[in-house]
């Protein structure tokens, strides 16, 4: 529905879906080529994220804490 990760972000606000670079838990997190769930934001600007195929491994669902303003966000 939304495409290739990478490629959400701009088609979520196309379809009229709020979006930002201000991470919030339950939002999507897009990165190039990438989507996550934001799990928690913390106040040192990372975010922990919920992701598969990251560096958990492919078919596997992992968890990492990342740099939030590496991210675009659909809420």
Do not use: C
């Not at 989507?35 to 669902?61: C, K, L, Q, R, Y």
Request: hydrophobic share 35%; glycine share 18%.
């Amino acid at each position: 529905m939304l495409g290739n990760g990478g490629q959400w972000v701009a088609n979520a606000a196309a379809r009229g879906y709020s979006t930002g670079s201000t991470p919030r838990p339950g939002a999507i997190a897009e990165m190039p080529g990438h989507v996550a769930v934001v799990e928690s934001v913390n106040g040192d600007g990372t975010i922990v994220i919920s992701e598969m195929n990251g560096p958990a491994g492919f078919g596997v669902v992992g968890t990492r804490t990342d740099a939030a303003s590496k991210y675009r966000y659909i809420y």
